[in-house]
């Protein structure tokens, strides 16, 4: 609801489509006809390499929308066998030069995606460990990074809203950690097995 002099951020015209808010009703409703047409429209998205930039006006970081999509298909399963693997090369896409991710908050995102969709192999997990331990505050907590909301203006200063805490950051990181430590044992458990049969 509008106040009597505040501006609507939302043209009438304009139908909104955010791929996060989809993402979520689709893993909450499951797979009934009714989702259909939302979950046709993800797989475009993600087929197409459309820029997730552009995509959700509340979410700033396209690991949010892969991380939404990724755990959707928990509970549905998106598009062919080859969904994952190219959804994983659009998540790894994010990274830089170096192979890092823009900050702790992305890379955790990133990580329970990958975890989500079966390509965890795809990074170094005892380094990806490594780093969000290093980056741990001394209180046990995460930094907090704009996790929710529209910082650009582009939908004008009522639009302007963010949501971050150290709490949501520190929620990814431990849900992260959880994911690569299966990881870790499961790989611990593989070499064990491969040296008791050698």
């Not at 993600?46 to 700033?60: C, I, Q, R, V």
């Not at 529209?150 to 992260?176: L, P």
Request: proline letters at 4%; aromatic letters at 8%; glycine letters at 6%.
């Amino acid at each position: 609801m509008l106040s009597e002099k505040e501006p609507s951020v939302v043209a009438p015209f304009r139908i909104e489509a955010d791929p996060v808010v989809n993402a979520n009703i689709i893993a909450y409703v499951g797979d009934v006809p009714a989702t259909k047409k939302a979950q046709q429209w993800l797989m475009e998205v993600n087929e197409k390499g459309t820029n997730l930039e552009d995509a959700s006006k509340w979410y700033p970081d396209p690991a949010s929308i892969y991380y939404a999509i990724a755990r959707t298909t928990l509970r549905v399963q998106l598009g062919s066998e080859k969904f994952p693997s190219l959804l994983a090369e659009r998540i790894l896409s994010l990274r830089d030069e170096s192979g890092e991710f823009k900050n702790v908050l992305q890379a955790a995102q990133a990580v329970v995606a990958l975890h989500n969709i079966g390509q965890l192999d795809h990074v170094n997990v005892q380094s990806q460990f490594e780093y969000f331990i290093a980056l741990q505050q001394e209180d046990g907590s995460w930094p907090e990074l704009l996790a929710f909301g529209d910082q650009s203006m582009r939908f004008g200063v009522v639009g302007q809203i963010g949501h971050g805490s150290e709490s949501v950051t520190s929620a990814f990181c431990v849900e992260a950690l959880e994911c690569l430590l299966e990881a870790l044992k499961l790989s611990s458990k593989f070499r064990r097995s491969k040296v008791s049969t050698d």
